[in-house]
């Protein structure tokens, strides 16, 4: 599940330089998550850095958009492979994806 930033954020700008994927920006009055983008640092690290740089806790998952380990591990892939034009099938990635808390 993409992560998304709430209403109580407080524009502090510590979560946009922490996401490995270039998913949070400034939207008109706070910062955004682009759920494109958003792999909860699957791939990167085990946790979410934004979720652990927040110093109010803002940054829930998203309802919107509910994904399973393995798509969020084939979205960083993709995204991977745009950024580095390498086809996804040549990645090799040790993550997340037996994490406990996903499903």
Known sequence: MALMITDEC???DVC???CPNAAISMG???YQIDADRCTECVGHFDTPQCQIVCPVACIPL???HPETAEQLLSKYRRLQASAKHVPSSDLVVESALCAPDRK
């Open 28 to 30: 008109l009055e706070i």
């Open 10 to 12: 407080i524009n502090c």
């Open 16 to 18: 946009e330089p922490e």
């Open 62 to 64: 998203n309802p919107a």
